[in-house]
C-alpha cells in the first residue's frame, strides 16, 4: 500500500522558514515525479515544486521560485521542501504527490498546514 506522509507545518511569521517532508512508502518510486502542491482556502489546489526521483530535472511555481527549495534522500525514500522568506499568501495546506505517470498512477499525502501571519 502507497503512503505519502507529510510534516513539518506550522505557524510561521512573515519572512520566516519552514521545512516540509514527505516520506514515502509502498512501493519503489525511482521512476516517479515527486512533488508539492498547495491549496489554500476557497482556492484550488496549485503546483509548487517538483522533482524526477530519476534524473534529478526540478521544477518550480513562478510565485516560489528563488524561495523554496525542493530535495530529495534516496537513502531515506523523502523529499523536503525548504520554505524561506514566507509570506502570508503561502498559507495553505501542502501535500505531497506522487507522479507515476509512465505507470498511471498518481498519489496524494493527506496534507500539512502551514500558516504564514503577517
Known amino acids: 500500500q502507497v503512503q505519502l506522509v507529510e510534516s513539518g507545518g506550522g505557524l510561521v511569521q512573515t519572512g520566516g522558514s519552514l521545512r516540509l517532508s514527505c516520506v514515502a512508502s509502498?512501493?519503489?518510486?525511482?521512476?516517479?515525479?515527486m512533488g508539492w502542491f498547495r491549496q489554500a482556502p476557497g482556492k484550488e489546489r496549485e503546483f509548487v515544486a517538483a522533482?524526477?526521483?530519476?534524473?534529478?530535472?526540478?521544477l518550480y511555481a513562478d510565485s516560489v521560485k528563488g524561495r523554496f527549495t525542493i530535495s530529495t534522500d534516496n537513502a531515506k525514500n523523502t523529499v523536503y521542501l525548504q520554505m524561506n522568506s514566507l509570506k502570508p499568501e503561502d498559507t495553505a495546506v501542502y501535500y505531497c504527490?506522487?507522479?507515476?505517470?509512465?505507470?498511471?498512477?498518481?498519489?496524494w499525502g493527506k496534507g500539512t498546514l502551514v500558516t504564514v501571519s503577517s
Open positions: 504527490n506522487a507522479d507515476g505517470r509512465s505507470l498511471g498512477v498518481n498519489y
Open positions: 509502498g512501493r519503489t518510486f525511482s521512476s516517479y515525479a
Open positions: 522533482i524526477s526521483w530519476s534524473s534529478g530535472n526540478i
